[in-house]
């Protein structure tokens, strides 16, 4: 039988059952012996903070009586925020998620709790409680739906954000659901949220949508350096020098024309993003990115000749990158995809670089590369590898690659990714050793 007595009925119940007198509870729970007195009479209400020493003293689990307090304390009137601030945040605390959204939600009628509902997201953002600022930000955007303000766009790129992961699918959708709100950001975080949404487009080969975008954001980069560069120093955000975001614009537009195969204009890029003349007494940080930069100008010009079928430029492909360690695992892929394609050899190279042929985080001189993007690489990188041993007729290491490829793919939901490794398995079945059948058939059952 449910019981229906309100908190303070339960608390008093407790006491009487046990003997206690509120002294002894008091000294119990730690709340002073007048104010426990003035609750249980129901002269004075409970703060949350009360309440969490009164559940703890009764020895029951923490968030116990939360639901009720919503509806008993929170909520039969206008809420006041000094309660509810709080309540949220214990909440988040103690991912007691099911209330923190009830409650939020029963604000929803009145406006006036939009700005602290807001704020309280970002706080909670900033702790990195981000299931518990998925809700808020929510709440917040399903208000201002129809309202079209910056604060809507900046839920929505938090949410956004929130969402990334390393399920393609899900990253898709994300992207696909933020980008009509990027250009009403405020413009300070819109060259930020154009790198995320890039950067998502890349995992899921969105060639066509990455050079627009691209475009864009080089357009609103060159405006901001020009007339505001100096405004932006030393602020949160943008996160980097708006010189980077100009010379990412370029790199990105080069590699969606080098995906599909345009190697031509993606080399005409390339010099874009190479010593820029046009960055004026750049910053210490600037310094760094110029730096950067010029390395990927160099190894990505050796690569689109190697792509191109200039296989001669192979050795000093790799002898450039054995001394750019950032740049081997990312190189891999491309000189597999070109030995695939223009069909040469590259055992020596494999052998050269077998300790970068597993998965593990990757950074370059301005920072980690994202988890999304990572994942994909090495899911190619498998592939083309399994590609290369089957051409060998090596099939027993070219289907065991496949078929790790095939569970990478089944783990960021790449459904490209997936129907090529089931179309080369099926393709070479035949040579598979029972083990290896096994395995894929396991995997197909995940599928």
């Known amino acids: 039988m449910i019981s229906t007595a309100t908190i303070r009925e339960q608390i008093t119940r407790y006491i009487d059952e046990r003997g206690m007198t509120i002294n002894q509870f008091a000294r119990i729970s730690g709340i002073n012996n007048g104010t426990l007195s003035n609750i249980l009479n129901g002269r004075r209400p409970i703060s949350i903070k009360q309440l969490d020493q009164m559940t703890l003293a009764m020895g029951c689990s923490e968030g116990h009586f939360y639901e009720m307090y919503i509806h008993e304390y929170l909520f039969p009137s206008k809420p006041d925020w000094r309660r509810l601030g709080p309540f949220l945040h214990r909440c988040a605390e103690l991912n007691k998620l099911d209330c923190l959204d009830l409650a939020a939600r029963m604000t929803l009628d009145n406006t006036s709790y939009l700005p602290v509902l807001f704020e309280t997201a970002e706080t909670l953002f900033g702790e990195g409680r981000y299931e518990a600022a998925k809700m808020l930000y929510e709440c917040v955007a399903e208000s201002e739906k129809s309202q079209h303000s910056e ?56 060639w066509e949508e990455i050079e627009l975008l691209s475009r864009k954001m080089r357009l609103l980069a060159k405006v901001l350096y020009n007339l505001k560069r100096k405004l932006y120093e030393g602020q949160v955000y943008p996160k980097k020098p708006i010189s980077f975001y100009i010379l990412y614009a370029y790199l990105m537009e080069s590699h969606s024309h080098k995906e599909r195969g345009n190697y031509g204009k993606a080399s005409d890029i390339v010099s874009l993003y190479d010593n820029p003349s046009w960055l004026v007494n750049p910053c210490e940080e600037e310094l760094i990115i110029i730096d950067q930069f010029s390395e990927w100008a160099k190894a990505n010009r050796y690569m689109l000749k190697l792509m191109s079928g200039e296989t001669d430029i192979l050795d000093t492909y790799v002898k450039y990158i054995s001394e750019q360690k950032d740049e081997i695992y990312h190189a891999l892929s491309y000189i597999m995809l070109a030995a695939n394609r223009h069909d040469f050899k590259v055992d020596h190279i494999l052998e050269r670089f077998k300790e970068f042929i597993v998965y593990q985080p990757q950074k370059n001189k301005l920072g980690k590369i994202s988890e999304q993007v990572n994942l994909n690489r090495y899911t190619r990188l498998l592939a083309e590898l399994g590609i290369y041993y089957l051409n060998a007729e090596q099939y027993e290491r070219g289907l065991a690659y496949i078929v790790d490829s095939f569970e990478y793919s089944i783990r960021i939901r790449s459904d490209k990714g997936m129907l090529r490794c089931m179309g080369l398995f099926e393709q070479f079945r035949s040579y598979a050793s029972a083990e290896i059948q096994k395995r894929y058939q396991e995997l197909i059952r995940e599928v």
């Open 151 to 206: 604060r809507l766009a900046f839920c929505q790129y938090r949410l956004f954000l929130i969402k990334l992961s390393a399920d393609q699918e899900k990253n898709l959708q994300a992207a696909v659901h933020f980008e009509s709100f990027i250009d009403k950001l405020d413009e300070c975080y819109q060259l930020d949220a154009y790198t995320k949404i890039i950067n998502s487009y890349l995992s899921l080969h969105r």
